[in-house]
């Protein structure tokens, strides 16, 4: 029997304000437990709430960006449910009238391969709301750390519209690529800024919705990508043995490659809603929505097409450098430099990238002097350093931040372009690699590339190669 998977998707991210959605607490993430709590995000009784106005300008810029409907007269509601971990015993969030509503985001799926294709995923909400704080477990009881407590959050609520779990990472891609060039999230999957529920039934084709449950709180893509196969193939077997599906909340066990039930799944009813009646109605008029829309910054794929069309990088190199705002930043900031657009541009999907990778470092966390990288580029561009010794630099550049051109000095790696010091390490090598000559004049030309490596070696890491490559050729012809 064919099955049809359907899933939909509640993204939470958490917004990079310097303050809470209700009060003025610091939103740092790495702080010691309990250290950024007020009466209000502590639930203290007689505390009122008041807006943070970046997080609704945040939430309107995304809503915009993802083709959404702008609410005029905005709302928010009490979601009651009692937690350790929320002190109030309710969360303001928005139901009845969210934020943003009706939009959609559109995924390239598997772009790189003949059958890929692009797809419409709906947005069927976006909603403001505030953060839970966190249970601490150990071994002696379990401690509350009400710091993220009233953290800003904007749950991104998709239509069921995912049919595998390609097209969930595609959009996930997508969606985290639109938080970071809009600068409203840091989208840390290991520090949970985002992260997402995963909505799943199976049907037969073109058949009723099943039943479906949710994954809670996924922060790896790949995780996700084992929860859904897992979540599918699950259901598939019960309903095969004719078992019935439950709604129900899921954990994942990644380390087990498992999924267990932790309760049944609640609907909106079960959270008793009602308008909060300390927050008044938010309404947006013409004028402010023109403002946020005129501020709105180019995003990466805009970059892409920009970089290719006005600059002449290669579609591969600027899919590399669009990978994260702090990449594309680092770019532009040598391109403009620099003057040399395409040579900034190989250098970072190229060595640094590499460099990245070797050190398990993060595109977010990347920090690399501009200047320094420019000055490499404006070297080796001019004829005063190799592509050997440019890549040498780049690394001690990276890995100990070094002054360049002190570096290239106590490493004596300014290239050598003495005709008279060439055309001595030509020689030596002719007359200690005499049956090689002879191959390369007898018509073997691959010998040319030992030949020449030799007199690299010669001249050390500072070998001009234009100039031994011209000269060994020219005492090579000569009988």
Avoid at 85 to 97: C, G, R, T, V, W
Avoid at 360 to 375: F, H, M, R, S, V
Wanted: glycine share 8%.
């Amino acid at each position: 029997m064919s099955w049809e998977t359907v899933i939909g998707l509640e993204v939470h991210a958490e917004l990079s304000t310097k303050s809470k959605i209700f009060c003025g607490c610091s939103t740092s993430f790495s702080s010691e437990p309990n250290t950024h709590v007020c009466p209000g995000c502590s639930g203290m009784p007689g505390s009122l709430p008041v807006l943070n106005q970046a997080v609704l300008e945040y939430a309107v810029k995304l809503g915009i960006t993802l083709n959404c409907e702008i609410t005029r007269h905005s709302m928010f509601d009490r979601k009651n449910y009692f937690y350790p971990d929320l002190p109030n015993a309710y969360q303001i969030s928005q139901l009845h009238a969210p934020i943003c509503r009706n939009g959609y985001l559109e995924i390239d799926v598997n772009c790189q391969a003949a059958d890929g294709y692009k797809k419409k995923i709906g947005i069927h909400q976006i909603h403001m709301e505030e953060d839970a704080g966190k249970l601490v477990h150990a071994a002696d009881g379990s401690y509350m750390d009400f710091n993220r407590c009233g953290v800003p959050l904007l749950e991104i609520v998709s239509s069921p519209d995912f049919r595998s779990a390609a097209e969930v990472i595609a959009y996930l891609e997508k969606l985290r690529e639109t938080l970071l060039y809009l600068d409203i999230c840091d989208c840390k999957m290991q520090e949970g800024s985002i992260r997402a529920d995963i909505n799943l039934s199976v049907r037969k084709p073109g058949g009723e919705l099943g039943v479906r449950t949710e994954t809670k709180n996924m922060n790896s893509f790949k995780a996700i990508v084992r929860a859904i196969e897992y979540e599918r193939e699950r259901q598939i077997e019960v309903l095969e043995d004719g078992g019935q599906i439950f709604q129900e909340t899921r954990r994942w066990d990644d380390e087990k490659g498992t999924s267990y039930g932790m309760r049944a799944k609640v609907n909106a009813q079960d959270y008793r809603y009602f308008p909060d009646p300390d927050l008044p109605p938010i309404n947006i008029d013409d004028k402010w929505l023109a403002e946020i829309k005129d501020s709105l910054p180019e995003l990466a794929y805009q970059k892409r097409e920009r970089y290719i069309r006005d600059m002449g990088i290669a579609e591969s190199a600027a899919v590399v450098i669009t990978v994260h705002k702090n990449i594309s930043d680092l770019f532009e900031a040598i391109a403009k430099k620099s003057g040399q657009p395409v040579e900034a541009a190989n250098l970072i999907a190229g060595e640094i990238m590499r460099l990245m990778n070797n050190a398990n470092t993060l595109p977010e966390d990347l920090e690399i002097d501009a200047g320094k990288l420019t000055t490499l580029i404006t070297l080796v561009t001019g004829g005063k350093i190799n592509r050997s010794a440019y890549k040498e630099t780049i690394e001690a550049v990276f890995l100990n931040n070094v002054d360049p051109e002190k570096y290239i000095a106590e490493k004596g790696l300014m290239m050598v372009s003495d005709d008279g010091a060439i055309i001595e390490a030509v020689k030596a090598v002719i007359a200690e690699n005499e049956s090689s000559v002879t191959d390369y004049r007898a018509g073997k030309e691959k010998v040319f590339g030992f030949l020449m490596g030799m007199v690299m070696k010669k001249l050390g890491k500072g070998g001009n190669p234009e100039l031994a490559k011209a000269k060994l050729e020219e005492a090579l012809k000569a009988q």
